[in-house]
Every structure is written in structure tokens, then in C-alpha cells.
């Protein structure tokens, strides 16, 4: 790039951040004032504000960082992933939460109280604190900041963290092997995967998770992330989706019937039946995992339960779908979860049982890249249009799913894609105040 567009890009970006600084600083005066604030919920401004000085502070580094540097920190990058699983694996958050936040906590005692040796303790911590995630008070004290405070006694949220660093970082250590093992990547099989070739199975991700554990003295034992991935689906799914019960309109689908295909647990119709009383929920997943699900609503929502507003069915999403011409069929995380030839069964399933007046809402990231989408908002000039590196959390799950299921995310024009191939029709990209979307689909021959 010429010196004077460098410099015109510069002063450019520059100009963005001051106007969303004032907006931000406003929007922090409200939410000072309002003793309602929502904490995942940003209004529109907070929400377009924050992406435009994420967006333009990655661009401002890219444009003024030594890019060997730059190069080398990138290379290095899983170290930093690696000491926040360490932090989060020792509670460190709980644990420094008990400190006088002006004072902060020893590292002898922190060494005492998660039996990392104290010599150790800085070496993780400190990357942490050069990233704003924890903070260094003096030499060897260190307490939580705004951001490692959002860990404290949320065993959801701490769980979403946790998994990303058990099985699943280990799956990520195989995937430049199976990318270049051009067999496996042609073979776009869910089960020939970097996860089957770091983990030594022939097993999905589902299946290996519940199988059980032979420790040597014989006995068996469920695995750890059973429980951790369950209770990550809630955290994950409170950070990431509470924007989307607000810019989707629900309410208007009254006393309609949702099929909450792959539920898991069902944390999303959970929110949503707290939020849309009138609306009934049918919750499929595979035998093992519905059964948990129906003990989770009895202890949060009895009375849909008792008055018959939910149901539990065990279901395959590969077979028929039994439960026919519903309002919404809801998929959250799962399209994301399958290559594209299963994605097309799984819809293709439910385009077959669809109303006129049906619509599927899969909900995952929605893939922006930097050339644009012409279904999606662009960001303002001198970002690209996804804002760059606003898209980062995205492009890594992204990455994710190819390692744990040759899955991916996807672009809008990717679901609309899909939909086409399955018979129906992709009728909008609902972009909400998260990094993920909803992709409304509905049968090709609907009104
Ligand atoms: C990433 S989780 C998402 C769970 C849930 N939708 C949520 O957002 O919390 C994917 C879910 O798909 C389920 N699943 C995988 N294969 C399935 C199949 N063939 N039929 C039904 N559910 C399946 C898993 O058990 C798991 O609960």
C-alpha cells in the first residue's frame, strides 16, 4: 500500500474511534443509570460501537506492528489459550475473587490454594494480565479485573471455557495432519476427523463422550466432559444467545409448537418458554442426553411439565421427523455440527413434515468474510465489511468444527445453499447483537 493511503487509512480509523468512543461512553453513562441493564443484551448503538473499535484497534495493529512480530505472536498464539484453561482449571477466578481487589491475592497463596508451584504462577498468569484478564497489583499480587470477574462462582460459563481446552484443543493439535492427509479431507467423513486421529478412535465426539472410562482399578466411570459439555451448552448459550430472544420475533408465533431438534438439554427453549409462556416445546435429542434433559426442566420450568407444554422425545435427526407441520423446527449448533451432505439429509427430514407456514430456524455463527456478503450489513469504510477482527470468535469456531467434525460454520450464501439443495428456501438472515444469527428457511413452494 502507498505511504498516503497508509496514512489516510490511519487517519481514517482514527476518526471511526473517536465517534464510537462518544458513543460508548454514552452508552456507559445509561447503563451506570439503569439498574435494569442487561449484561448480554447491548443496545444497537453499544452493539455497532463496539464492533467498529474492535475492528478498527485490529486494523490499527496490523497497520503498525512489525509484522514478523506480528507473525511470530500468531504462531505462538495457543499459549495464551493455554494459560487461561490452566486459570480456569484452578478456579482462579473463585480464588481471587476472595482477595481485596485493591490489594490482591500472594502468589504464595494462590500457589497454596491451586498447587501450580509459586514459581510457576507468574509465568501463566502475567500473559493473562498483559491481555486485560486478570490484573498484577504489585510485583506478585495479583486480583480479577472486569473481564476475569465475569468467571467468578458461574460454573456455566466456566464450563463453555473449560471444554475448549479438554478434548476439543487436543483434537486441534491433529488438524494440520489430516488437512494434508488428502484421503481424510476428501473423504469428508464425520468420523475421519483431526479428533478421531489426536483422540485414537474410531468413535464420533458424540459417541466418545459417552462412553465410559476404565481407570486401572477396573471401575467404570462416565468421562469428565459429559457434564462439562451439558453444562457448557447453558453457559455457552447465555452469553452468546440472549440478543437473539430480543431481535427475532418471537412473540408472534403465540401459542405455536417448537421442535427443538437436537436439543441437548434444551437451553434455548428453556429461555425462550421463560420469556414466551404461550409457546409449546418438543425437545429430541438421542436417548441418553433427553433424559437429562427432562430432569433439567423439572428442576427450572415444572409447570410446563405438568401442564403438558413439553415434551421429551428421543429422536435420531438422520430419521423421520415424527412430529409434523410444527411452527418452528430449531436447531441451534447443529448445522455447524455436520458436513454438508448430512446437513441436507437433516433438512431434507424436515422440509418432508413442514407446514406452509413452517420455518426452520437454524441458529449458529453466521460466517462474514472480509469480501462482504450481500445478505449482511457492512461495516463502515476503512474496514472491511465484517469488521475484520470482530469475526475472529467465529473464524475459530469455524475451525473447530472441522477438527471435531469436518462441520464448519457458515456464510449466508453457504445456507442458502444448503436450503436450496434441500428444497427449500433461505427467507432471511436475522443479524442479531451476537456473533451469531438466525437463518430462517421455510419449504420452497411456501406462500
Ligand atoms: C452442539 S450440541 C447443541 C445442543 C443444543 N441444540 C444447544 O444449543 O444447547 C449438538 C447436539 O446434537 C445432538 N445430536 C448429535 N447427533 C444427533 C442425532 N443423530 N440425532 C439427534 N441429536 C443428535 C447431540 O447429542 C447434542 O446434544
Known amino acids: 500500500m502507498p505511504v498516503e493511503d497508509k496514512v489516510q487509512t490511519l487517519r481514517s480509523l482514527v476518526s471511526l474511534l473517536s465517534n464510537a468512543v ?5 452508552e456507559w453513562e445509561i447503563k451506570d443509570q439503569n439498574p435494569e441493564h442487561r449484561p448480554f443484551l447491548p443496545s444497537a448503538d453499544l452493539h455497532h460501537a463496539r464492533q467498529t473499535i474492535v475492528g478498527a484497534c485490529g486494523m490499527l495493529m496490523s497497520l503498525v506492528q512489525e509484522p514478523h512480530h506480528r507473525l511470530m505472536e500468531t504462531a505462538l498464539q495457543y499459549y495464551s489459550s493455554r494459560a487461561l484453561h490452566v486459570a480456569v482449571e484452578a478456579r482462579l477466578a473463585d480464588i481471587l475473587a476472595e482477595a481485596d481487589p485493591e490489594l490482591g491475592m500472594d502468589s504464595k497463596t494462590i500457589s497454596v490454594r491451586t498447587g501450580i508451584p509459586q514459581h510457576n ?12 484478564i ?3 497489583i504489585k510485583p506478585g499480587y495479583f486480583a480479577n479485573n472486569e473481564t476475569s470477574g465475569q468467571m467468578v462462582n458461574d460454573e456455566p460459563f466456566r464450563s463453555w471455557l473449560l471444554v475448549h481446552g479438554l478434548t476439543i484443543y487436543t483434537a486441534s493439535t491433529k488438524l494440520p495432519a489430516v488437512l494434508f492427509d488428502t484421503g481424510k479431507i476428501q473423504g469428508r467423513s464425520s468420523t475421519r476427523t483431526a479428533f478421531q486421529e489426536a483422540l485414537g478412535t474410531d468413535l464420533s465426539f458424540w459417541e466418545y463422550l459417552e462412553q465410559d472410562t476404565q481407570p486401572s482399578d477396573g471401575t467404570k466411570k462416565a468421562r469428565r466432559e459429559v457434564d462439562t459439555f451439558t453444562l457448557a451448552m447453558v453457559g455457552g448459550g447465555r452469553v452468546h444467545s ?5 431481535d427475532y420475533p418471537w412473540e408472534s408465533l403465540g401459542d ?13 427453549s428453556l429461555d425462550l418458554a421463560k420469556q414466551f409462556p404461550r409457546l409449546r416445546f418438543v425437545l429430541q435429542d438421542r436417548p441418553s442426553v433427553i433424559s437429562g434433559a427432562e430432569a433439567v426442566w423439572k428442576r427450572e420450568l415444572p409447570h410446563m411439565i405438568s401442564t403438558n ?8 435427526f438422520f430419521a423421520d421427523q415424527p412430529v409434523k407441520g410444527a411452527s ?10 455436520w458436513p454438508d451432505e448430512q446437513c441436507i ?5 424436515l422440509r418432508d413434515i413442514m407446514g406452509p407456514h413452517s420455518r426452520i430456524l437454524a441458529v449458529d455463527q453466521i460466517l462474514h468474510p472480509t469480501v462482504g456478503s450481500a445478505y449482511l450489513n457492512p461495516a463502515p469504510a476503512p474496514l472491511p465489511p465484517n469488521y475484520g477482527h470482530v469475526q475472529l470468535l467465529s473464524h475459530m469456531r469455524d475451525l473447530n468444527m472441522l477438527a471435531l467434525f469436518n462441520g464448519m460454520e457458515r456464510t449466508p450464501e453457504d445456507f442458502a445453499s444448503l436450503a436450496e439443495r434441500a428444497g427449500l428456501k433461505m427467507v432471511k438472515i436475522w443479524e442479531c447483537r451476537s456473533t451469531m444469527g438466525i437463518a430462517e428457511m421455510r419449504r420452497n413452494d411456501a406462500p
Request: aromatic share 10%.
Open 328 to 337: 418452528v423446527y430449531l436447531m441451534r449448533y447443529i448445522m455447524h455440527d
Open 309 to 316: 407444554r413439553v415434551q421429551f422425545m428421543a429422536h435420531d
Open 242 to 246: 440472549t440478543p437473539l430472544y430480543a
Open 345 to 349: 439429509t437433516i433438512l431434507s427430514k
Open 134 to 136: 486478570f490484573k498484577e
Open 121 to 132: 504462577l507468574a509465568q501463566v498468569l502475567r500473559p493473562l494480565c498483559s491481555m486485560y
Open 256 to 268: 405455536g409448537t417448537l421442535v427443538d431438534v437436537g436439543a441437548g438439554v434444551g437451553g434455548m
Open 22 to 26: 462518544e458513543v460508548i461512553s454514552r
